[in-house]
C-alpha cells in the first residue's frame, strides 16, 4: 500500500537525472531495433531508406538516421497482409486482445495486443494516473464509450491499477451519467472536454448544480481542448475542479501513455523511459526543433513486441521544454500539451489557422456557449472560413456586441480577419467521444 499523500508512484523512476535516463533508454532502444527488423514490414522499409539498426549508436543517430512510418503506411500494410499487417510481431495465438482505431478518419486500423505489452502497459498507467492525483479512496466514472478503440478500455485499467473503484458506465444518456455521478458520489470523471462542457449544459438544464458535485478530478483525453488554458478555466469554473489532467496519444500507441499531465497542470510530462518522444522540423523529420520551437511529434515504442511502431509520425504539433516541473518529476513537458494536427491545419489566405486556436478565442467571450463550428469554403480561387458560435443558453445581452466581441478574439489569435455569426443554443450535434467542428464545404477535387 503506497501512502496517499506520496505525490510519486515510483519516486526513483519519475525524479531519475534525464542523462542517466536517456543513458539506459538508448540500450532499450537499439534492442528493439533489433527486434523489429526481423518484422517484414520494417525490414522492407528500412532497408529501402538504406537503414540498418546497426547504425544507431547514439539518439541522434536514431533521428537523422530512421526513416519514419506513417498511418497511411500501416492501412496499406493491413490490406496487404490482413488483418493485423506484417509488423505483428507476434503469433496470431499469442494475442491478448484486439482493439481498433475509431476509424474517423478512413479505414479503422487493427491492434493485435500481447498480454505481456498489457502487462507492461500496467506500470506506465499506474505512474500517470498517481500523478493526477487518482487514489485508491477515489470513485471514478467514465464517460468514455466502451467500443473498439483503445481509449476507455485503456483509462479503465489506469484506474484499476492504482486501486481506485470504477464505474464504467460508458456511452449513456447524458441526464442518466449526471444522475450516477451523483448517486454514486463520484470524484473522478474521465472523457473528452467538449462532453464535459455538454454535460455541464445538461446539468444547468435539469437543476443539477455542477459546480458543487463530487468530481474533483477530470481525466481529460480524445481531444485537444484538456490542453487549451481557456478550455481548461471553464472546465473547473463549470464543475469547480480542482484538476484537469489531459492525456495524449494515439491510437497507435496504446496501450502505452505518450504523455500526460501531473496535479500541478503544467503541461504533458514525456513519459520518453515508455515511448521515446522526438519534436522535429515539420519539414525535415531527421532534424530534432530546439527547446521551445514548435514542431512536430514523432514516437517509438521502447518495449512493444506486439505491432511496435519505429517512428510513428502522428502530426501532432507542440512545443517541449525542459525546465523543471513544480511536481519535481525530471521527464521533458509539453508546456501547451497537444496543439492540434498538423493535418488538421487549414490554410485561408496564407494564414496557419489551427481549430484549437479558434477554441482558445471563443472559451474567453463571456455570453458564448460550449460549442461552435468552422466552415469553411472556396470564395473564387481562395480557401475562406467563417466561425458559427452559439450563444448561451441564459445570455440576454447585446448580440452584436457579443459578436464584436467573438470576431475580435478570433481575429486575434488567428492573425487574419476571420467572420464570426452567432447561432441558437444546442444548435449543433453533441459528441460523446470527439467533436468534429470543422464542415469542409470545398468542392472535392
Known amino acids: 500500500m503506497r501512502d496517499p499523500s506520496n505525490p510519486y508512484w515510483d519516486a526513483k523512476r519519475e525524479t531519475r537525472d534525464p542523462k542517466e535516463r536517456d543513458a539506459e533508454t538508448l540500450g532499450v532502444l537499439q534492442a528493439q531495433l533489433k527486434r523489429a527488423y526481423n518484422l517484414t514490414f520494417y525490414q522492407r522499409h528500412w532497408d529501402a531508406h538504406g537503414f540498418h539498426p546497426d547504425q544507431v549508436k547514439t539518439l541522434a543517430d536514431f533521428t537523422e538516421r530512421c526513416p519514419i512510418i506513417t498511418k497511411k503506411m500501416l492501412v496499406a500494410d493491413q490490406a496487404e497482409f490482413p488483418p493485423f499487417g506484417s509488423y505483428l510481431g507476434i503469433d496470431t495465438a499469442d494475442i491478448f486482445r484486439i482493439h481498433g482505431s475509431s476509424g474517423t478518419s478512413g479505414t479503422p486500423t487493427i491492434y493485435g495486443v500481447a498480454r505481456q505489452d498489457w502487462e507492461q502497459a500496467k506500470e506506465i498507467f499506474r505512474i500517470t494516473h498517481w500523478a493526477s492525483g487518482v487514489r485508491p479512496s477515489d470513485r471514478v466514472h467514465y464517460a468514455f464509450p466502451f467500443g ?22 460508458g456511452a449513456a444518456d447524458t441526464r442518466r451519467h449526471i444522475e450516477m455521478i451523483d448517486r454514486l458520489q463520484a470524484t473522478v470523471i474521465e472523457a473528452t472536454p467538449s462532453y464535459m462542457l455538454h454535460m455541464a449544459e445538461v446539468a444547468k438544464e435539469i437543476g443539477y448544480d455542477a459546480v458543487n458535485s463530487p468530481i474533483k478530478i477530470f481525466m481529460s483525453g480524445g481531444e485537444p481542448g484538456g490542453s487549451i488554458p481557456s478550455t481548461k478555466k471553464l472546465l473547473m469554473e463549470l464543475w469547480g475542479l480542482d484538476v484537469v489532467s489531459d492525456a495524449g496519444t494515439s491510437s497507435e500507441m496504446f496501450p502505452f501513455v505518450t504523455n500526460a499531465e501531473c496535479r500541478e497542470m503544467n503541461g504533458m510530462h514525456i513519459y520518453n523511459d515508455e515511448v521515446w518522444t522526438e519534436l522535429v522540423d515539420p519539414e525535415d523529420n531527421s532534424k530534432l526543433v530546439p527547446e521551445g520551437e514548435i514542431g512536430s511529434l514523432i514516437y517509438t515504442h521502447l518495449h512493444r513486441v506486439s505491432q511496435p511502431m519505429i517512428r510513428f509520425a502522428v502530426n501532432d504539433r507542440s512545443w517541449m521544454t525542459w525546465e523543471p516541473c513544480t511536481c519535481g518529476r525530471t521527464y521533458p513537458r509539453l508546456p501547451q500539451g497537444l496543439m492540434g494536427r498538423t493535418d488538421d491545419m487549414l490554410v485561408i489566405r496564407g494564414a496557419n489557422i489551427f481549430p484549437s486556436a479558434v477554441e482558445k478565442a471563443l472559451r474567453g467571450v463571456e455570453g458564448l456557449g460550449t460549442e461552435f463550428r468552422i466552415r469553411v469554403s472556396k470564395q473564387g480561387y481562395l480557401d475562406e ?4 458560435a452559439e450563444v448561451a443558453p441564459d445570455f440576454t445581452g447585446d ?11 478570433v481575429n486575434h489569435h488567428c492573425l487574419i480577419r476571420v467572420p464570426v455569426s452567432l447561432v441558437e443554443p444546442n444548435t449543433f450535434e453533441r459528441a460523446q467521444l470527439k467533436s468534429r467542428r470543422v464542415i469542409d464545404e470545398r468542392p472535392k477535387e
Do not use: I, K, S, Y
Open 399 to 409: 448580440r452584436d456586441a457579443l459578436t464584436r466581441r467573438a470576431t475580435d478574439e
Open 385 to 388: 472560413m467563417v466561425v458559427e
Open 148 to 169: 473498439m478503440f483503445f481509449g476507455g478500455w485503456a483509462m479503465l485499467m489506469a484506474a484499476e491499477e492504482v486501486g481506485a473503484t470504477t464505474f464504467p458506465m
